[in-house]
């Protein structure tokens, strides 16, 4: 099995920044897919960014032009630079991988734990 970590959540004021990293525990076999989604209290969790393995970035449209996603070339980690965050911004954010771990493993997603990013003054 693998494992996927988050890092880098925790409080920061408006406008301010947060860098969350991502690291699995071994690497996949194949991904087709990483990313981060988010969910606050009450509302369903949603696409972040994502970004494929053709490098091809995907941002939800509250996010584009703050926050960039990016991978190391081993696929074994994702990183969300986050910039002029809001409060509306605040959630428990959680990394996304979309692929195989081992060539007999189905394609499957995978999901870290959470990392709680709060915005507020």
């Known amino acids: 099995q693998v494992q996927l970590v988050e890092s880098g959540g925790g409080l920061v004021q408006p406008g301010g920044s947060l860098r969350l990293s991502c690291a699995a525990s071994r690497r996949f076999f194949s991904i087709n897919s990483m990313g981060w989604y988010r969910q606050a209290p009450g509302n369903q969790r949603e696409l972040v960014a994502t970004?494929?393995?053709?490098?091809?970035?995907d941002y939800a449209d509250s996010v584009k032009g703050r926050f960039t996603i990016s991978r190391d070339s081993a696929k074994t980690s994702v990183d969300l630079q986050m910039n002029s965050l809001e409060a509306e911004d605040t959630a428990v954010y959680y990394c996304n991988v979309r692929g195989r771990i081992y060539s007999y493993y189905p394609i499957q997603n995978y999901w870290g734990q959470g990392t709680q990013v709060t915005v507020s003054s």
């Open positions: 970004i494929t393995s053709g490098d091809s970035p």
